[in-house]
């Protein structure tokens, strides 16, 4: 008779997390996982106890605001001071896994290829922030408090704030988009959902490099928004010479049609956790908007 997979207790630092509630809803329907929920937004975690967990997920975080010199203070508060005193807590009250979501801002490039090699090098308070809580897991880990830090690249999906729904907002009111063959990086939150609970269900430690199995182009995605939305798209390649001239001035215009990839030896973990093609993916969330 196979082992029955022991039921996971799981405590999300986060109540209103994309990522956080989003893995809550991809195991709902699994008896094998028991989610629950506390606020960092207070200092009413600190009393709780976190003994009867097998497993914290940390997601709380602050990552969509404009970065200023005022606001700086607040990403090292939130996303290392909060993430090292939960981490001691995990450890000193018996929790068996830690797990964190950090970003692959940590590396503080805008374009190019990041592999093994690549050393980290953030240059923003959120990518210095959650370097310097990665760094604070990594010495407090033992046989008996293991701990997993993912680096995804840009997460999109139903809902979810970020480029991907200014892009498919943009290729649907202009008349005419560019066609440019550059190559990203990203993660659809459900393989991302599957990831987490693969990490969690395997134990698994160390640094994770989570991507979908395909590199995204800009165009395609463009083009796959409108033709889900029963819509038409011209593109053109007269805008290029000046598209890649501003990618290398205009970080936001370089977010779009700029090249930034994680190697795919980086996110070869041994399960799979790429259920859907990309195009699958955009029709799932083009087709419930």
Known sequence: MADQIKKKK????????????????????????????????????KNAAFAEFDVILHVAGIAHIKETKHNSALYYKINRDI???????????????????SSMSVYGIDSGVIDRDTPVNPKSSYGKSKLQAESFIKKIESKNFKTAILRPPMVYGINCKGNYSRLANLAQN????????????????????????????????????PQNSEY????????????????????????????????????????????LMYSTSLSNIGFKYNLFTFEETVEQIERKK
């Open 174 to 209: 202009i008349p005419l988009f560019p066609c440019i063959k550059n190559k990203r990086s990203m993660i659809y939150i459900d393989h991302l959902s599957e990831f987490i609970k693969q990490i969690i269900q395997s134990e698994g430690s160390g640094v994770f490099y």
């Open 83 to 101: 993430t090292v005193e939960l981490a001691n807590k995990a450890k000193a009250e018996g929790v068996k896994q830690f797990v964190f979501l």
């Open 216 to 259: 995204v182009c800009t165009s395609e995605l463009a083009a796959l928004v409108c033709k889900f939305k029963n819509k038409k798209l011209f593109q053109t390649r007269i805008f290029n010479p000046l598209i890649l001239i501003l990618t290398k001035k205009i970080n936001a215009i370089n977010k779009l049609f700029g090249n």
């Open 10 to 45: 799981i405590l999300i630092t986060a109540q209103n997390s994309y990522i956080g509630n989003s893995f809550a809803d991809w195991v709902k329907n699994d008896d094998n996982y028991s989610i629950h929920f506390i606020t960092c937004r207070n200092d009413e975690w």
